[in-house]
């Protein structure tokens, strides 16, 4: 009796301990993500407070480091608008014409097979990417176009196409999976071809969830670093021609802690600046697309 | 007659719009897989030469034929595995939680809200904040521990998720036997729900590893030295790592320095797609046996 009394006390204690524990364990997320706020506006707080903000967001040059400095985010905005651009110009129609094809049309012996070389495509690492665009990509489009530089921002924006792809067409194609059969099969009875079923019924059904996984791509390639450092160049152009170097958020930030910057300096300081407009880019993004698929589960569920 | 010719006539067209449309969507999926075979076989043109025991071996140098990826390969391997070494408990440990005992409250739904906005923040700030609260505050400088606990944040997330598939999967007729026969919550878990869902969870973190591997910018961020004539030692010292040292050679503008660069990406191509494939074997057999313990 007594045996089984310190047996399930022992059991009791653990389980207290062990809930405990996991719970200081999933704190860990929120001190993270206050962490990166924390720390985002306080190094903010400090830049703007020597640079003012309406030339910040409004000066067309972005010349930190020179000797006369200029503090404008534009030039740098403006390629990374360039690069993500031309990069959902790619995965937003190849995403779609995988999607429909993966949901509607393929056998799921098919699927079994594309699905695992898609994700194989997004499981490449960045530098990998960078190394590809460079060296490879941007020397076969030179032969197209002779006016390409060797930075560009062309080539790093079509390889990020690339790179986004399986995000693009998996969630669209989870979107499209989840439209109730009961939908396609009113289609069908009233006469329509597959085709017809899939775009204008599954496609507008899932748009939603289509537009979601679009959002959710682009602050991929918003925050993506490594593959614009090493193929677009570090010259922040406030130019919207894809084929000269520019420079984005990203490489910016990257660029600048290549050097060794002291904290504290001016130029430390600048790099959190740019770290909070890519932070509230990315996370109000997320946040739309968030929203989005919680309204498309809603009315399917 | 006339009417049933034009009916005749738009079923045609309905017909060879939907071949245009499987042409097309073949195209598409051919050209994903020509593109990631022309990557991985452009790898192997330019580096296949410079791949040698001699390379593997070797430190980094200022003569291109001469320099190895040795140490960027150590110091790849000693950050995953400290990475890992955080990233697991801390994630599985959580997803226990938020799954198992969390309360409804708004302090459970901040962490759920928190675990989503990580998960979208670019991997760049990460860095940031490892060189801001690992480097500077906690003073552990630019160190391999530095570069760990900032990957096992920024792979939290992921733990994290995909604990939670895993464990939602179990079915819950096991937990209700478990209850049923007087087991405490943590004995159900330890003895028969993790063990059930330890496949899955071990496909996320197989995917968490990989990942980790592949990383860059946030080491760049925390200034993961990009010369290291010396292996780590031990887990305040210096480094480098694969994906490091390959930006480094990439940036370089002699060619024979690219061929480095080609020569490591094999290296880590080799690593990462293994990875990516083991985990891809792992889930569908996973997939296929789950009708049967239902």
Redesign the interface.
Known sequence: MKETQRVLRR??K??AF??H???V??????F??L??IG??FF?SFLFFRKVNVLPFLTDTQWTPLFYEQHFGILPLLCGTLLTTGIAVLVAA??GI??A??LSE?ATPRTR?I?K??????A??????????A???VTPLLKRVIPSLAGFNALSPGIVMG?MI?PLVSSLSEDAMHAVPQSLREAGYALGS????VA?KIVFPAAFSGVTASFI?AL?RA?????LV??AAGSMPQLTLNPLVPVMTM?AF??TV??G?VP?GTLEYQT??AV?LV??LF??F??LIA?RLRQRFREVYQ | MKSALGTDMLLVWKRQKEKVFLVLATLALLFSLVVLFTLIIDAFLDGLPRLNLKFLTSFPSRKPEEAGILPAMVGSIYVTVLTTLFAIPLGVGSAVYLEVYAPKNRLSAAIESSIATLGGVPSIIYGMLGLELFARVLQLGRSLLTGALTLALLVLPIVIVSTRESLRAVPQSLWEAALALGATRWQALKDQILPVAFPGILTGIILTVSRAIGEAAPLIMIGALTYVAFLPRGVLSPFTTLPIQIFNWVSRPQKAFHANAAAGIIVLLAITLSLNALSIVLRNRLEKRAPRTL
């Open positions: 059991a009791k653990e389980e062990v809930r524990l996991f719970f364990f999933s704190l860990v997320a929120i993270t993500t962490g990166i720390m985002l190094e129609p190849l014409l995988i429909i094809f049309y079994n594309c695992p070389i898609l994700e194989v495509l499981g490449v690492p960045t530098v990998v990417y960078g190394y590809f460079l060296l490879f690339i792809l071809t597959k085709f017809e775009t959710l602050s918003i925050g993506e670093t490594m450092t090493i990203t930030i990257a802690s290549l060794d904290a790099i959190f770290g890519l932070f990315t996370f993004l997320n968030r």
